[in-house]
């Protein structure tokens, strides 16, 4: 298995900064082996949307929306990961998630919450006005 919980949300102002992080886990997680990190977001009543990708190697991926606003890192030890949001605004407002890829495989060429096998909780973000 692979466990992952997120930390950082919040409530922020407008134009604010926040930074998640996501440590990651279990049994089935090496660093020594491919794997595929994601953060994903929900807004309420919308389905989860990507937002970046990262794996082992430090190879990224962002949706067009967040790409000049967030940055997703990894640690050097592969057990965390992160992503720096900033110039932050009132649509950002949602419960985000970490998630892992199957282990021991990269990054899908398709990039959606179907391609990720396990979830974290969620930490909340809210940004207002």
């Known amino acids: 298995q692979v466990q992952l919980m997120e930390s950082g949300g919040g409530s922020v102002q407008s134009g604010g900064s926040l930074r998640l992080s996501c440590a990651v886990s279990?049994?089935?997680?090496?660093?020594?082996?491919?794997?595929?990190l994601g953060w994903f977001r929900q807004r309420t009543g919308e389905e989860r949307v990507a937002l970046a990708r990262?794996?082992?190697?430090?190879?990224?991926r962002y949706i067009d929306s967040v790409n000049s606003r967030f940055t997703i890192s990894q640690n050097a030890a592969k057990t965390s990961v992160y992503l720096q949001m900033s110039n932050l605004e009132e649509e950002d407002t949602a419960m985000y998630f970490c998630?892992?890829?199957?282990?021991?495989?990269?990054?899908?060429?398709?990039?959606?919450?179907?391609?990720?096998?396990?979830w974290g909780q969620g930490t909340r973000v809210t940004v207002s006005s």
């Open positions: 998630a892992s890829g199957e282990p021991g495989l990269w990054c899908r060429s398709s990039f959606s919450a179907i391609d990720f096998t396990y």
């Open positions: 279990g049994s089935r997680f090496s660093a020594n082996s491919p794997y595929c």
């Open positions: 990262i794996d082992r190697d430090g190879y990224t």
